[in-house]
């Protein structure tokens, strides 16, 4: 599921939990929902071709589609950062999953 409300999104930057890597960072709130929710920010600093933002949003999309299940039922933003568009598509799934598994022990641990 997307998250799309803007007040959650402010939420979650303002209260959520975070961690960071060199190539993005990902905040997570407890939703009260039964399933995991993913937001992203992809900004014109990380490429200024949309087909770059858009490949990397697809990236992520599809990580979480696939772990859907093991993850707990927060909310997600995932804000990458510009060194992101030029990394190798190995190691930055690598970032995302030790990063998502970091967040949710983090939140479900509080």
């Known amino acids: 599921m997307r998250l799309t409300d803007p007040e959650r999104y402010q939420e979650i930057f303002k209260a959520g939990k975070k961690v960071r890597h060199p190539l993005l960072g990902i905040m997570a709130l407890a939703s009260g929902l039964e399933y995991a929710r993913l937001g992203l920010a992809v900004s014109r600093k990380v490429s200024r071709k949309a087909v770059i933002r858009n490949k990397i949003k697809?990236?992520?999309?599809?990580?979480?589609?696939?772990?859907?299940?093991?993850?707990?039922?927060?909310?997600?933003?995932?804000?990458?950062?510009?060194?992101?568009?030029?990394?190798?598509?190995?190691?930055?799934?690598?970032?995302?999953?030790?990063?998502?598994?970091?967040?949710?022990?983090?939140?479900?641990?509080?």
């Open 58 to 110: 697809r990236r992520i999309r599809e990580y979480f589609r696939r772990e859907q299940a093991r993850l707990y039922p927060l909310d997600f933003v995932v804000v990458v950062y510009p060194d992101a568009a030029r990394a190798d598509p190995k190691a930055f799934a690598e970032a995302l999953g030790t990063l998502s598994h970091k967040i949710s022990r983090l939140c479900v641990k509080s």
